[in-house]
């Protein structure tokens, strides 16, 4: 089985994001970028079922600039096996990605495509389930755990209820959540080795996709901050705001 | 914020790989480590699983099967930004015997020492200070007779970073006459019998830093086990200080970095006089200084990376970037310590820790004094 995971580069999760100062979006000009953690999650969740005999090629693709390629190289030193680049500088929108994947999924007949639940940009969400749907294949979304069964996955989601197990009929598209697994590090041996690992450039055009926003931004402002409390006296003066308030009755 | 020629894409790889592990793996237990005094020992294996052991090593003994001297200073630096040196010392401290295993060692004690060395299963330690000298090397005493096909080995070692817990050690030991001329590398076992160690007791900073004595009481060890040429020693040990050198001066940087960060980031947040901190004269100066002194030091130390890479190894201008590098560290976390105020002060505090591990870096792997002295005789005078 060939396993595809699309990966998004994306700020890095430590930085501190910062709006830029004509209101037009977020200062990305000197700021870390790094492969989207959910993303990552994916990553490591096909080599976990590669090392387990369950699939013989993981495929890395990313559409973004041409900086994306580093985003490709970690998922490579992690332990995919190629890549694929698809060379586009504007702003992605879901449906166009899907369009995309979905082109490569018809060119690279993967049996599984694990995405990341969201990326932590845009936390559109909204990827996987266009790409199952403009398929027709099954899908698990949020999957904390994920197993091959009965020929086709078992996937474990987190509902807000608990957690619920789906069964998956193969081809499928699983998305995947925080608790899934954890990562492992590119070490400096796979790093060195990724360097030599083949990485396809494609175009959007290549696909027959037109990638052009079909959303504007208007305006892009900082979360209004949030004011000072104040300090009660005694838990019967809180109750009485509490009540004031309308938070209790 | 100044951009280095020498990043390529898997030097940027690896030192996001290392900054990640130190941030996940060491901070979050930096100062319960220190505390107690020790490290878990799968930290070792965890940072081994990273390939940061194998540089220069034979791939056939687990090692990477080539060298960056890039890669190692980026390593020192992001070990030096976990901010507790103790336990960074108590990892690489294999970093300094397994360069002499491997260009010296018969295959026989490659095979048996270097995989578990290079992995973390094991530890390597060496072992040239003496309680009589320890810049000073051609004073070295400990003494090795032959006997047979054996020699046996009687004296002891003291400041051994790694040393209580290390299975295998590269020790030096006078096999000729006095002076320079006269000693000899040996590859010694821990459990050999007439071997054994006790800790140096408590020390300044580098709490979490197993660091020995050892005793040698007759220690036989087999002929092979001689490193290199007998009577030979002081040439690869004096070529070993260089690398030695340049991962103290890379640890300085990264410790440095985190005194200017840590400082500036409570400055931002800390309000005096009805204004945070950083809006006061005096404390800008004191981050604008800090920050100028890193990136000297760095720039230097990149510059001293592309001449090894290029193929010659400046002995003076490590000498001289390893003083730069205390002195820099000795700035930096004095700096630091007067903008946090009480709050660094505290135990447990990263700046704290750094401040306590400056001395260490100004005297261990070659003192400054012995360090100038070097830079000049370098010159010829």
């Known amino acids: ?249 | 914020m100044l951009t280095y020629p020498f990043m390529t894409p898997e030097r940027t790889a690896f030192r996001d790989t290392v900054r990640r592990f130190i941030e996940q793996e060491v901070k979050p237990f930096a100062s319960d480590w220190d505390e107690a005094g020790e490290i878990p020992w799968a930290l070792h294996e965890k940072a081994g699983a990273l390939g940061i052991f194998g540089l220069g090593i034979d791939e056939a003994y687990g090692g990477l099967g080539f060298d960056d001297v890039f890669l190692r200073a980026i390593a020192g630096i992001e070990m030096g930004r976990a901010g507790i040196g103790g336990a960074m010392a108590s990892i690489g401290a294999r970093n300094i015997m397994t360069g002499p295993l491997q260009a010296l060692a018969s295959d026989t004690i490659k095979e048996k020492a270097l995989p578990d060395i290079v992995s973390g299963r094991k530890g390597g330690a060496l072992g040239i200070t003496e309680a009589g000298g320890g810049s000073d090397v051609a004073s070295l005493a400990t003494r090795a007779e032959r006997d047979g096909d054996h020699w046996v080995i009687s004296g002891s070692k003291t400041f051994i970073t790694g040393g209580l817990k290390a299975s295998y050690f590269v020790i030096g030991a006078r096999t000729g006459g006095p002076g320079l001329d006269g000693i000899s590398l040996f590859f010694v076992e821990a459990d050999t019998p007439g071997f054994t160690r006790a800790s140096v007791g408590a020390k300044m900073g580098w709490w979490s830093s197993d660091t020995a004595t050892l005793y040698f009481d007759a220690v036989r060890v087999p002929a092979e086990h001689m490193l290199g040429e007998q009577d030979k020693g002081f040439l690869a040990i004096m070529n070993n200080f260089n690398m030695e050198r340049l991962a103290m001066i890379a640890q300085c940087v990264g410790m440095a970095e985190v005194c200017l960060e840590d400082s500036t980031a409570y400055a931002v947040e800390r309000h005096t006089f009805g204004k945070p901190l950083i809006k006061h004269q005096v404390i800008r100066h004191k981050i604008a200084d800090m920050s100028a002194k890193i990136d000297a030091l760095k720039s230097y130390l990149w510059m001293i990376c592309h001449t090894i890479e290029s193929g010659s190894m400046p002995v003076a201008e490590i000498a001289k970037a390893k003083v730069l590098g205390s002195k820099t560290l000795e700035f930096c976390a004095s700096e630091a310590m007067q903008i946090l105020g009480g709050a660094g002060y505290l135990r447990g505090h990263a700046i704290e820790r750094i401040y306590r591990e400056v001395k260490v870096m100004a005297i261990g792997g070659g003192s400054e004094e012995i360090m100038r002295d070097l830079a000049v005789r370098q010159m010829g005078v």
């Not at chain 1, 495929?59 to 030193?77: C, D, F, H, M």
């Not at chain 1, 909204?126 to 996955?153: H, I, N, P, R």
Request: aromatic share 4%.
């Open chain 1, 1 to 249: 089985m060939k396993i595809l995971v699309p990966v998004k580069r994306v700020v890095d999760y430590n930085v501190k994001v910062r709006v830029k100062s004509d209101n037009t979006g977020v200062e990305l000009s000197n700021v870390k970028m790094s492969m989207n953690p959910f993303d990552e999650i994916a990553v490591e969740e096909a080599i976990r079922l590669k090392e387990a005999g369950n699939a013989d090629e993981i495929i890395v693709v990313s559409i973004g600039p041409k900086a994306a390629t580093e985003t490709l190289r970690t998922g490579l030193a992690m332990g995919a096996d190629r890549g694929i680049l698809v060379d586009y500088d504007g702003e992605t929108e879901p449906l166009a990605v899907a369009k995309v994947l979905k082109a490569i999924v018809d060119d690279e007949q993967p049996g599984l495509v694990l995405l990341g639940k969201q990326a932590i940009d845009d936390d559109c969400s909204q990827t996987g389930q266009m790409l199952a749907q403009l398929l027709g294949w099954a899908q698990g979304t949020f999957a904390s755990k994920v197993e091959l069964a009965d020929g086709g996955f078992h996937v474990t989601r987190e509902i807000d209820g608990g957690l619920e197990t789906i069964k998956l009929a193969a081809p499928a598209i699983v998305t995947t959540d925080l608790r899934l697994n954890e990562p492992r590090y590119a070490s400096l041996p796979n790093i060195m080795k990724a360097k030599r690992k083949p990485i396809d450039e494609k175009t959007p055009g290549d696909y027959g996709v037109d990638m052009a926003p079909r959303l504007t931004t208007l305006k892009v402002e900082e979360p209004p901050k949030r004011e000072a409390g104040i300090k009660v006296e005694s838990v019967a003066e809180l109750v009485g705001k509490l009540k004031e308030k309308g938070a209790i009755a």
